[in-house]
C-alpha cells in the first residue's frame, strides 16, 4: 500500500507534470511568445496551484532549454535569435545526415523508408487541413525519420532534446512569409526516391538544403 506521505508525493508529481505540459504546450502554442515573462505568481493563481509545483515545472522547462531563468528578473520564453536558428539547424542537420548512415551501416533502410512513407501522408493531410504550426511539425517529424528508424536510444534522446526548440524556431522563422507547401511534399519524395536508390550525397544535399537559415540578416552571419 501507498503511505500518506508517498501518495501525497505522488500527487505533486503530477502536478508537476500536468503544469509542464501546459505550460510546455503554451510556449510550442505561441500563447507564450519567444521572450515573454513568464510571471509565476499570476500564472499559478491562474492555474489554482501554490507556487511551488509552478517553480518545479519551469525548473523542467529550463532543462528543455525552452525557458531562461535570467537572474533578478525571472523566468522567460527563450529568443528565437538568427544566431540560435542556425545553430540549431546546423546541430539537427548533422544529426539527421549521421542517422542515415547509421541506418545504411545497420540495414535499416528498409525500417526508415516505411516510417517516411508514414510521416509523408501525415505531412500531405497537414498541408491539406493543418495549421502552418502542424505543418511546420510534421516536416520535421519527416526528417526526425531518419533518428528513430536508427533505434538507437541513446541517438534518438539527443536528438530529441531540442526537437521542440526546433519546432519553436522554425515557426518564429517562418512567420509572415510566403510558404508554397507543396514544395515540402516534392522534397520529401525526392528524398524517398534517394534512399530506395542508395544515393547518399543526394539524400544529404536534400537534408541541409530543405532547412537552410532564412532569417534576413547579413548573408556573412550565416556563413
Known sequence: SVSGKEASHMAVMTIRQQLYMTLK??????????????????????????????REAMTLLVKDRLVESRPNAGMYVIDITPELYRELVDTINTWIVGAYLLCLKYQKTDVLLASMA???????????????????????????????????????????SDFDRLCLAYYYNHLGREIDWQVNVQRANTIIDAVKKGLVDTVSNMVWTWSMPHFNVDSSTLS
Request: hydrophobic share 40%; with cysteine; proline share 4%.
Open 25 to 54: 504546450q503554451r510556449i510550442l502554442d505561441g500563447v507564450y511568445p519567444p521572450g515573454t515573462h513568464l510571471n509565476i505568481d499570476v500564472i499559478a493563481k491562474e492555474q489554482g496551484v501554490s507556487n511551488s509545483p509552478l
Open 118 to 160: 508514414d510521416k509523408l501522408a501525415v505531412l500531405q493531410e497537414a498541408i491539406r487541413r493543418g495549421t502552418d504550426r502542424e505543418r511546420i511539425f510534421a516536416i520535421l517529424d519527416f526528417q526526425r525519420c531518419f533518428v528513430t528508424a536508427t533505434e538507437n536510444k541513446v541517438y534518438t534522446a539527443s536528438f530529441n
